[in-house]
């Protein structure tokens, strides 16, 4: 009978020492780097959520639902129209984002863990639409950087609210029809042979210029020329003339005079 008995207490003393494990376990939680602990109580979410490390909870009545709060990347591929209504095949989205802590608890309680599938995708597939609709086929192609940070900045606007913080996004790849791409490419040769005429006729003309200033010049220094070789020619013939005058005086003073007694050289033929 006490070997019964005390089969009996130490059953009861083991069983004792079980639950007791099992209630410290039960009350006992770890929460990994990167996320946040999102508490309930029978299933209801409570407001307060626990950090990373060791917690406490209370046993058999709160569970913790361990959200993933790291950095996460979601790669979407998509298809749009633009502004002038050309047909993008592909675009390639790379999307940066994580879940705010503070808010996880109202994330858990309105969308669930499944958040990405419910509220993120679709958000950014609206957003790319819209924004992409701002811009012509080829502003997608010259202003990629300016139609992402539009994009990321509406679909910060979106979730936030919901508690998903948008890092960083961007337009990995645009696919446009092979008629666009044809079309793009003889733009852009049509823009270098009028570029290069645009060159050429510049050229031209500074040449031009410069041959019309260089006639301006030269026709200044010929008319400077021709004053000159018509002063001298002048003063060549009037030397002549009195040359001719000296050589025809034959040596008598003046017979006749004029007014006031002057002398005046009477050279006969």
Same mark, same amino acid.
């Given at each position: 009978m006490k070997n019964q008995k005390g089969n009996v207490i130490l059953g009861i003393i083991i069983g004792v020492v079980v639950f007791i494990i099992?209630?410290?376990?039960?009350?006992? #939680?770890?929460?990994?780097?990167?996320? @946040?602990? @999102? /508490?309930?109580?029978?299933?209801q979410v409570q407001n307060d959520t626990i950090q990373e490390g060791l917690n406490f909870k209370a046993p058999f009545i709160e569970s913790i639902v361990k959200i993933d709060c790291r950095t996460q990347k979601i790669e979407?591929?998509?298809?749009?129209?633009?502004?002038?209504?050309? /047909?993008?095949?592909? =675009? /390639?989205?790379? @999307?940066?984002?994580?879940?705010?802590k503070q808010k996880a608890n109202v994330l858990y309680r309105e969308i669930g863990k499944d958040f990405n599938t419910i509220i993120v995708e679709p958000a950014i597939y609206e957003t790319m639409k819209s924004a992409i609709a701002n811009y012509t086929a080829e502003e997608l192609v010259t202003k990629r950087q300016?139609?992402?940070?539009?994009?990321?900045?509406?679909? #910060?606007?979106?979730?936030?609210?919901?508690?998903?913080?948008i890092t960083s996004?961007?337009? @990995?790849?645009?696919?446009?029809?092979?008629?666009?791409?044809?079309?793009?490419? /003889?733009?852009?040769?049509?823009?270098?042979?009028?570029?290069?005429?645009k060159y050429e006729l510049e050229k031209a003309k500074v040449e031009n210029e410069k041959k019309v200033e260089n006639?301006?010049?030269?026709?200044?220094?010929?008319?400077?020329?021709?004053?000159?070789?018509?002063?001298?020619?002048?003063?060549l013939k009037r030397l002549e003339v009195q040359q001719?005058? =000296?050589?025809?005086?034959?040596?008598?003073?003046?017979? #006749?005079?004029l007014g006031d007694n002057i002398p005046m050289l009477n050279i006969g033929k």
């Amino acid at each position: 009978m006490k070997n019964q008995k005390g089969n009996v207490i130490l059953g009861i003393i083991i069983g004792v020492v079980v639950f007791i494990i099992i209630l410290l376990f039960a009350s006992i #939680t770890t929460v990994p780097t990167g996320y @946040v602990g @999102v /508490k309930t109580r029978f299933g209801q979410v409570q407001n307060d959520t626990i950090q990373e490390g060791l917690n406490f909870k209370a046993p058999f009545i709160e569970s913790i639902v361990k959200i993933d709060c790291r950095t996460q990347k979601i790669e979407y591929q998509m298809e749009a129209s633009s502004k002038d209504l050309q /047909k993008i095949n592909a =675009i /390639k989205i790379a @999307v940066n984002y994580g879940v705010d802590k503070q808010k996880a608890n109202v994330l858990y309680r309105e969308i669930g863990k499944d958040f990405n599938t419910i509220i993120v995708e679709p958000a950014i597939y609206e957003t790319m639409k819209s924004a992409i609709a701002n811009y012509t086929a080829e502003e997608l192609v010259t202003k990629r950087q300016e139609v992402s940070n539009l994009a990321q900045e509406t679909l #910060t606007n979106k979730l936030q609210e919901k508690g998903i913080n948008i890092t960083s996004l961007s337009m @990995v790849d645009l696919s446009f029809s092979e008629e666009f791409d044809q079309a793009i490419e /003889k733009k852009q040769v049509v823009e270098q042979q009028t570029q290069q005429a645009k060159y050429e006729l510049e050229k031209a003309k500074v040449e031009n210029e410069k041959k019309v200033e260089n006639a301006k010049a030269e026709a200044e220094v010929m008319k400077q020329q021709n004053q000159e070789i018509t002063e001298k020619t002048l003063e060549l013939k009037r030397l002549e003339v009195q040359q001719k005058l =000296i050589e025809k005086w034959n040596g008598q003073l003046p017979t #006749t005079s004029l007014g006031d007694n002057i002398p005046m050289l009477n050279i006969g033929k």
